[in-house]
């Protein structure tokens, strides 16, 4: 039972290269979001989708790019990496219609823009 | 929109003792739910915790409890009989009406457990 896999797990860029942070889950959940996490400041959202061929901005959109072409895959992109965007990522799911609200979560990636 | 408050950046706990970590949040919405989640050395976030803001009940989980105070917006999370394995950073988080999974969260609390 894979549940949310994220890769890469570490990355390093320079600043203006680009990049797709994959994430993919096998629970069929409908809903799938984008946080990053820096240091005194908590989880933040990027961007999220509720379903295939559906996504929405978050608080920190700005840089980001994100589709969602099927229910399992919701990839990351940047598009120029800026030293801002250096972060740890998170992706998660959930089955939203059940009004949990429990996330399921990647592992994570570490992202350094040098 | 919706903030969520943690003011204690860490906190440190015997193990055996009992420790609350505080939570206070800002809504106009009177529908919504509040999420204490673990997040370990290992990074993975885990669910502690939920409550629903409609029951009046406070949510447990075996050693973990809530006190939710609805008209002072605090959520405050008590770990009983402390555990080395409790050590982590313990985020609190908020979601409302309209998506259910689109959680706020808080600055986190860094707890430690010692011997």
């Known amino acids: 039972n894979a549940g949310v896999t994220q890769t890469p797990k570490f990355q390093v860029l320079k600043t203006g290269q680009s990049m797709t942070l994959q994430c993919a889950q096998d629970?069929?959940?409908?809903?799938m979001s984008w946080y990053r996490q820096d240091p005194g400041m908590g989880l933040r959202l990027i961007h999220y989708?509720?379903?295939?061929?559906?996504?929405d901005q978050g608080e920190v959109p700005n840089g980001y790019n994100v589709s969602r072409s099927t229910t399992e895959d919701f990839p990351l992109r940047l598009l120029s990496a800026a030293p801002s965007q250096t972060s740890v990522y998170f992706c998660?799911?959930?089955?939203?219609?059940?009004?949990?609200?429990?996330?399921?979560f990647g592992e994570g990636s570490r992202l350094t823009v040098l | 929109a919706q903030t969520v408050t943690q003011s204690q950046p860490e906190m440190s706990v015997q193990e055996a003792e009992t420790v609350t970590l505080s939570c206070t949040y800002d809504t106009s919405e009177s529908d919504y739910y509040l999420f204490w989640y673990k997040q370990p050395p290992s990074r993975q976030m885990i669910l502690v915790i939920r409550?629903?803001?409609?029951?009046?009940q406070n949510a447990t989980e075996n050693r973990f409890s809530v006190n939710f105070q609805k008209a002072a917006k605090s959520f405050s999370l008590k770990i009983s009989d402390s555990q080395l394995g409790d050590a982590a950073m313990y985020f609190c988080?908020?979601?409302?009406?309209?998506?259910?999974?689109?959680?706020?969260f808080g600055t986190g609390t860094r707890l430690q457990v010692t011997l």
């Open positions: 629970m069929n959940h409908e809903y």
């Open positions: 988080a908020y979601s409302g009406t309209g998506t259910a999974s689109k959680l706020t």
């Open positions: 998660a799911s959930s089955y939203d219609r059940d009004r949990s609200g429990e996330l399921f």
């Open positions: 989708s509720v379903g295939a061929g559906i996504t």
């Open positions: 409550q629903e803001a409609y029951k009046q």
